[in-house]
């Protein structure tokens, strides 16, 4: 009897041990692909979309108003005074006939995109899923019936993407609760936390038991109202909650950006923000093609694609992903300017994309206008890449021993470079003109270590 006993708490203490082992492992490797990755899709779509920007003869930015001075077309509501009633009706005009998940994910796997983030709710408080405790969502629109998110979710999976959703956890402005922008009334606390209890949580479970995400991105940027309500009480119960539903899933540090505390998987910048060096964690920077992240028709401000490219490898340099935002028609398409610059990247990608995944920070300074990157390579010894985002001399000298290295070749055509050393031991890349002066834009050279 005494033996079974034994026998049994041993066994006990196996699967205990077995399964806690487990459970480190997955928190240990839950961001693996995620520094891999280096490159996503964000995407803001809603009911500001329809609104593209303009509200009543007037366009963002606009001064007559005394919020009125912003691009970000998804705040039209509360920056062009657009009243509540107008605002919500939109919901009865939200019908995007043209949406078609395939190509939104095919388009993104094209451009080299590794991941794909929607605003699953914005601070409009618009789900884009059909919410059981919330009727301001599809559900109540003429396109009710279709599920945008189902269906993204699957297209990702068929391109092998992985998929996560942005959702506003502190900003609500058709809850009565929810935090609405610091020049309006505040809200109480009591009010907050009905918020909290009746909309964020049982809609973050229904986005988890439904879609089953790769991420969340939650959005706070250290305002006043975060300070108030995102305690970090709030923040662990929110963790406590994804983690036990699904485990895999990585959470953002703006989830609380004043204080994430240390179980965020990655760290989410500012928009549009691009660190001078790597951090200690995952990061990631959300970034704009236009000023707006929501459609706005009248926003010509279209980074071009080498702007962007060059944004991507820098942050891929310091450690960093790029997560790069389109804002979708409210029919349903992509604006032809986003789809233009995303076909462009993704030829760039294709010749010199393995510049970019899965690849490290290195250590020694780079001459200015490069950057470096590097991973091991098959040899036992590993690549380095330098990529030129400014224009260069054709003589350029780096900070690596010319006796490391083995040859030197452009990425994107196999080209070999020729090298010499210099009196420091140091290499000189004697580069051909058109690749020093960028003429068919961010260049790479590999140059293969011992
Ligand atoms: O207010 C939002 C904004 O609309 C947009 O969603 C960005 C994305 O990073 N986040 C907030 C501002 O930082």
Redesign the pocket.
């Known amino acids: 009897m005494i033996k079974k006993a034994g026998l049994l708490l041993l066994a006990l203490l196996f699967i205990f041990h077995f399964s806690q082992a487990q459970t480190d492992s997955l928190t240990r490797h839950r961001a693996d692909w995620f520094k891999e990755a280096k490159f996503g899709m964000f995407v803001?779509w809603g009911l500001y979309s329809i609104l593209a920007g303009s509200y009543n003869g007037h366009t963002l930015p606009d001064s007559s108003f005394p919020q009125g001075k912003s691009w970000?077309a998804?705040?039209i509501e509360q920056r062009l005074e657009v009243p509540d009633s107008v605002y919500h009706r939109l919901v009865h005009q939200f019908n995007p006939v043209k949406f078609n998940a395939d190509r939104w994910v095919r388009l993104a796997k094209e451009a080299g995109m590794k991941y794909f983030v929607i605003t699953a709710k914005?601070?409009d408080g618009f789900a884009l899923w059909d919410s059981k405790v919330s009727d301001y969502d599809i559900g109540s629109t003429p396109y009710k019936g279709h599920d945008i998110l189902g269906e993204l979710k699957k297209a990702c999976e068929k391109y092998g993407l992985k998929f996560g959703f942005y959702y506003s956890h502190c900003e609500d402005w058709y809850a009565p609760g929810g935090a609405k922008p610091h020049w309006k009334p505040r809200i109480k606390e009591s009010a907050f936390a009905k918020y909290w209890n009746r909309k964020v949580i049982p809609q973050i479970k229904e986005l988890i038991y439904r879609y089953d995400p790769d991420l969340f991105w939650f959005?706070t940027?250290g305002d006043a109202q975060e300070a108030e309500f995102i305690t970090d009480k709030r923040r662990d119960q929110l963790i406590a909650l994804i983690r036990r539903l699904d485990p895999k899933c990585l959470i953002n540090g703006r989830i609380s950006y004043l204080n994430p505390g240390s179980q965020v998987d990655y760290l989410s910048m500012?928009?549009n923000a691009y660190p001078g060096e790597k951090k200690h964690k995952p990061w990631q920077t959300?970034a704009t093609m236009q000023h707006s992240?929501g459609w706005h028709s009248k926003d010509y401000h279209w980074k071009t694609a080498q702007q962007m490219i060059s944004f991507l490898v820098n942050n891929a340099s310091k450690g960093g992903n790029y997560l790069l935002n389109v804002g979708p028609k409210p029919n349903g398409m992509f604006p032809k300017m986003a789809v233009r610059r995303l076909m462009e990247i993704g030829g760039w990608i294709a010749a010199n994309g393995e510049a970019v995944y899965g690849t490290h920070h290195v250590d020694t300074k780079a001459p200015k206008g490069i950057v470096f990157t590097q991973k091991p390579n098959k040899n036992g010894g590993k690549n380095l890449y330098v990529c030129l985002l400014k224009e260069q001399s054709q003589m350029l000298a780096l900070p690596f021993r010319y006796n490391n290295i083995k040859d030197c070749y452009l990425l994107q055509s196999g080209m070999p470079i020729p090298m010499e050393k210099n009196a420091a031991g140091n290499v000189v890349l004697n580069l051909p003109e058109k690749v020093a002066h960028l003429y068919d834009g961010v260049q790479v050279v590999k140059l293969n270590m011992k």
Request: charged content about 25%; cysteine-free; hydrophobic content about 35%.
């Open positions: 803001h970000y998804e705040w914005h601070h959005d940027w500012l928009d959300p992240w």
